[in-house]
């Protein structure tokens, strides 16, 4: 038993308790989990002694953003690319370093792991402001790796010895860390977007290891299997997110474009679909007697009126013109027809408003002023709708047009 190096073991969970505060309790749990297993390894020979070290490693990955103080508010799709980077760079750089190394599973899946808190702790340092403090934990992870890999090299020589100075690069790794926190870094809000092409390159990557482990074709230990289906699995959630965040994104545009009274496009919609308009008629409509159905009887009757309008203007309609709200009492339709039959068209929606509405047993009755406007190519189409629509008000005919 080596006695120094269980001192030096309590003395490092010491410093690293007094830090907690700093930056949360993982940290913490994964070096607890290690120095149990540290001690169990140097009182017995049970395998079971490893159980901590594989505790160690997911723990500390997940304690990366905390001890680099990347902000709560980073979006959690930046995290999973970096694990994607990460997880497919320690694919391809494990498969060719360790490739012709003759040791066990355990003692190849350490330095596996150091390699993916390498490349995640690189990533996190080239992604923030360097200082004092990114820097000593970037040294603990480079230590602590560079211990395991020696510590491999030992054991494939049959050279490890229990009680070798060796031992105390992983406390002088870990114990880098610790220091790290008591240091107060530069936080950033900031967090760039990974690039499409390593993302891409990391997912490729890791299924070309995947076939060539299930193909016999390289000396690649099997051991590489699972950061390879780690990478796959992770761009899949990301895909998945992705997708996901797509379908909102469309859905939130479309609502953009949606009246919320009446469901019918919105003067956005009808703005955006006018500006690709080649051919046809214009209709501008506006409500006659709205308000003072308003003033009489409340916004929530004139509301329900707009929508009983809007239904009656919708059924009136040919199923490929466009029905939009514009606003207030004022509709609007984009109609593929020559100039006769908008005028026609014209008619038939006013016609809708020729018999009352009911609402909450009162019989309201409206009317509707028509401009009617063919297309003829001119950029002022809505104006002369507009002058049309009034017009038709003024002289209180009903629909007022403006052919070519």
């Known amino acids: 038993m080596d006695l120094p190096y269980l001192v030096a073991c309590a003395a490092l969970f010491l410093i690293s308790y007094f830090a907690k505060h700093r930056n949360g309790a993982l940290f913490l749990y994964a070096l607890l989990a290690w120095i149990i297993s540290?001690?169990?390894?140097?009182?017995?020979?049970?395998?079971w002694s490893s159980a901590g070290y594989l505790i160690f490693y997911?723990?500390?990955?997940?304690?990366?953003?905390?001890?680099?103080?990347?902000?709560?508010?980073?979006?959690?799709?930046?995290?999973?690319?970096?694990?994607?980077?990460?997880?497919?760079?320690?694919?391809?750089?494990?498969?060719?370093?360790?490739r012709h190394l003759p040791a066990d599973f355990i003692h190849i899946f350490y330095p596996?792991?150091?390699?993916?808190?390498?490349?995640?702790?690189?990533?996190?340092?080239?992604?923030?402001?360097?200082n004092l403090r990114s820097s000593?934990?970037?040294?603990?992870?480079?230590?602590?790796?560079?211990?395991?890999?020696?510590?491999?090299?030992?054991?494939?020589?049959?050279?490890?010895?229990?009680?070798?100075?060796?031992?105390?690069?992983?406390?002088?790794?870990?114990?880098f860390i610790a220091i790290g926190q008591y240091f107060r870094g530069i936080k950033s809000e900031e967090f760039p977007p990974f690039s499409t092409f390593y993302f891409g390159l990391s997912v490729l990557s890791s299924a070309l290891m995947l076939s060539a482990i299930a193909l016999h074709k390289f000396q690649i230990p099997n051991l590489i299997i699972a950061p390879a289906l780690a990478t796959l699995l992770a761009s899949f959630?990301?895909?998945?997110?992705?997708?996901?965040?797509?379908?909102?994104?469309?859905?939130?545009?479309?609502?953009?474009?949606?009246?919320?009274?009446?469901?019918?496009?919105?003067?956005?919609?009808?703005?955006?679909?006018?500006?690709?308009?080649?051919?046809?008629?214009?209709?501008?409509?506006?409500?006659?007697g709205f308000k003072p159905v308003n003033d009489q009887h409340g916004h929530e009757t004139g509301d329900e009126l707009l929508r009983m309008v809007s239904n009656r203007f919708r059924k009136?309609?040919?199923?490929?013109?466009?029905?939009?709200?514009?606003?207030?009492?004022?509709?609007?339709?984009?109609?593929?027809?020559?100039?006769?039959?908008?005028?026609?068209?014209?008619?038939?929606?006013?016609?809708?408003?020729?018999?009352?509405?009911?609402?909450?047993?009162?019989?309201?009755?409206?009317?509707?002023?028509?401009?009617?406007?063919?297309?003829?190519?001119?950029?002022?189409?809505?104006?002369?709708?507009?002058?049309?629509?009034?017009?038709?008000k003024r002289a209180r005919v009903g629909v007022w047009a403006q052919g070519t």
């Open 112 to 130: 596996i792991c150091d390699l993916i808190l390498l490349i995640a702790v690189l990533i996190a340092v080239s992604r923030r402001p360097l």
């Open 237 to 288: 959630i990301r895909m998945a997110i992705a997708l996901k965040v797509s379908e909102k994104l469309i859905s939130e545009e479309s609502l953009a474009k949606i009246d919320d009274l009446t469901g019918l496009p919105n003067r956005r919609r009808f703005i955006s679909e006018l500006e690709r308009y080649l051919n046809g008629s214009i209709l501008l409509m506006d409500l006659d």
């Open 316 to 392: 009136a309609i040919p199923d490929d013109a466009l029905l939009a709200r514009l606003g207030g009492d004022e509709f609007a339709v984009l109609v593929h027809e020559d100039y006769e039959s908008a005028l026609e068209l014209a008619m038939a929606i006013r016609a809708t408003c020729s018999y009352p509405f009911t609402i909450a047993g009162n019989q309201i009755q409206i009317d509707v002023s028509i401009g009617c406007v063919a297309n003829d190519g001119r950029n002022d189409l809505m104006s002369r709708a507009d002058t049309a629509m009034y017009q038709a």
């Open 58 to 98: 997911p723990v500390i990955f997940g304690a990366i953003p905390k001890l680099f103080e990347i902000s709560q508010d980073t979006q959690m799709v930046r995290l999973i690319d970096g694990s994607v980077i990460t997880l497919g760079s320690s694919t391809v750089i494990s498969a060719f370093v360790l």
């Open 136 to 175: 000593l934990i970037t040294s603990g992870f480079a230590i602590f790796a560079a211990t395991d890999f020696l510590f491999l090299w030992l054991v494939t020589k049959n050279n490890y010895q229990m009680t070798s100075l060796m031992n105390y690069g992983w406390i002088l790794g870990l114990l």
């Open 38 to 47: 540290a001690i169990c390894s140097q009182l017995f020979t049970s395998g």
